[in-house]
């Protein structure tokens, strides 16, 4: 077969002169040429051609010769006729071939997941991990699947080391079976079986006293409960929260101490977990960091940093659902969720004033615990006219408006505005806001203010007169409406007032002033300017006008 290299077809000399070698074609042979290094003429013969040392097959023992030829072995024509040897067997391809980078990457991944399930069946089945609850079972068969896939991806990524890989699979797919029959500490069959064994223990127990004619141990049956009951619940986390809080509240009076209590909460949906969250933080005041702890189906909340006493706490619980039982040794409420109660009316209904069910309705939603409803709830009153159930809606509104944590208060007062009956209360109560917001500087809702001034709450008036000091536009017309009682702390802002506060005092004076105002009014008039000196003939002229018999 010809040569596929063009280089075999010239032919290397060298010059008799100078010793330089050339390539030149097989041509030029038997003909004169001039080196180009020396000048020095010769003839092209076999002098001159530089000849290569040869060798035969067998001779090099060099396998690595091989794999370098032009041909491949297997597409040489076997010569007719003669008998031929062959010294090796033709290599496979393969075994030359690089490692693909998708097998590499394949590879990495089968190890790279088997370590990490490996690592969450150790550290995720404890109690509060990821595979809290989860029977063995299941934890096996997370195992299993985990290292049948792993070994597939070891083999498929070791093409020249197929069984190797696959025994290294096997035995980390070995490890990973053992894992869940070891760590077993939230494995809800292992929880059950020891609920089971409480039953038994007890049925033992009773059978054992009544063959004896003995009364049973009602104390060390119960202690044994407790501790299966412990084990069902997972009270480990609510034990940690007990442990810290005992050693924060060691020299302060009884008043101060703070407590944790668990609960138990049975059948609530994920969907409603943010409101109980919500409901429980604004009643309990607890600490913001409050866990849910997967128990199956159920949740254990570790309600901490809290006041209040487990019977107070159990209280508060009928507005999520039933208390079933309250577990006293372990400071646990067992409830079971009412997740209709999370449930909205119908929008239809809610909004329609001229209806039936309207103000049933809206009723209702004030009772939800769900602030986002109850604030669409307030709104929607607000608006509405005060036709039935009026002192149970004011009522409602009152205990709204003295919640910790409600946003909406203006909204409350806006409400109330239109609702309360009998003034004072409201009034009363929209004060003791206004001045907690005062103390916090805090931003104080004009509807609060508004409410008060309605209330005829007197007390008002001196909390009104520095907000009104700091922003006159935004509050005279709120001042205004107090009427006669703000007369004299009017005149005492006078003198020092200036400037938009001064304008502000005398168009205020105008609509409240009487005899007192009149002759600080027309003394002031002297020696204003003309803009301040019109507001001042006006308000002269309206409180005349009101004194007028």
Known sequence: MPSLNPDDKLLLIRCPSCGQRFKVGDDLRGRTVECGGCEHRFKINDDVIVRGQKFYPGERRDTALNRFQRVPLAMIPEPSGIATTRYIEPPDATEFEPIAPQRIIAGAIGGCVMVLVALLLIFGASHGGALDMWTTQQRVVLAGFTGLLGTMLLVYANPRGRFKSGGYGLLLSVGLLALPFFFTEGSSD???????????????????????????????????????????????????????????????????QKHAVGLWVKGLQEVNRYVVRDYI?????????MVFYPRGNDFLIVVAGITKTLDEVAGLMSALGTLDKVHREIS??????????????????????????????????????????????????????????????????????????????????????????????????????VNELVVHKAKV???????????KTPEVIPVLDELWAGSPVKWESIYADVGPPAEALLLR???????????????????????????????????????????????IASIRKRLEP
């Open 190 to 256: 292992t929880l059950q079986t020891k609920g089971t064994s409480v039953k038994k223990d007890r049925d033992s127990a009773r059978s054992e006293s009544r063959a004896s004619g003995k009364k049973a141990d009602p104390a060390r049956a119960e202690s044994e409960a407790i501790i299966r009951l412990r084990a069902l619940i997972g009270t480990d986390p609510l034990e940690k929260e007990i442990v810290e809080l005992a050693k924060a509240n060691a020299g302060k009076p009884e008043k101060e």
């Open 332 to 433: 646990v409420l067992e409830v079971t969720i009412n997740n209709e109660s999370f449930v909205a009316g119908s929008l239809e209904k809610l909004t329609d004033k001229r209806g039936a069910e309207f103000y049933l309705l809206n009723k209702k939603e004030l009772e939800s615990i769900d602030l986002d409803r109850v604030r669409r709830a307030v709104q929607r009153l607000a608006e509405a006219e005060p036709k039935v159930f009026r002192s149970d809606i004011t009522r409602k509104l009152l205990s709204l408006l003295e919640t910790p944590g409600v946003t909406f208060k203006g909204d409350i007062c806006r409400a109330l505005t239109v609702w309360s009956e009998t003034p004072g209360p409201a009034g009363n109560a929209a004060l003791r806001e």
């Open 281 to 289: 933080l604004r009643e309990t005041g607890a600490n913001q960091s």
């Open 445 to 455: 809702p004009p509807e609060m203010i508004k409410l008060i001034v309605k209330e």
């Open 493 to 539: 802002r006078f003198p020092e007032a200036e400037g938009m506060l001064r304008q502000s005092v005398v168009r205020l004076l105008g609509i409240v002033g009487g005899k007192e105002s009149l002759p600080v009014l027309e003394a002031a008039s002297k020696g204003a300017n003309p803009e301040l000196r019109v507001l001042l003939e006006k308000s």
